[in-house]
């Protein structure tokens, strides 16, 4: 079965994991710092959940990158 997203996209969702646990966080710490839920944080690194682009400005704040880290 193929994967509903591209192979650059999945790049992007490992980034963004592996961004967080360098960091130190967990799903629960990144979601309170973003003012969200748990579920918010899993559900983007599980693919299920697109991510904005305010919403990436947020993340690479907290996981202290640059946005362009998570788009090379």
């Not at 646990?21 to 579920?39: E, F, H, M, W």
């Not at 559900?43 to 947020?58: F, N, S, T, W």
Request: glycine share 4%; aromatic share 8%.
């Amino acid at each position: 079965m193929r994967s509903l997203h591209s192979a650059r996209y999945r790049r992007f969702v490992r980034r963004l994991r592996e961004a967080r646990k360098r960091a130190g966080l967990t799903q629960v710490d990144a979601a309170r710092a973003v003012g969200q839920p748990q579920s918010f944080i899993a559900k983007i690194e599980a693919g299920q959940r697109r991510v904005d682009v305010i919403e990436l400005q947020d993340l690479a704040r907290i996981y202290r990158k640059r946005i362009s880290f998570f788009l090379a």
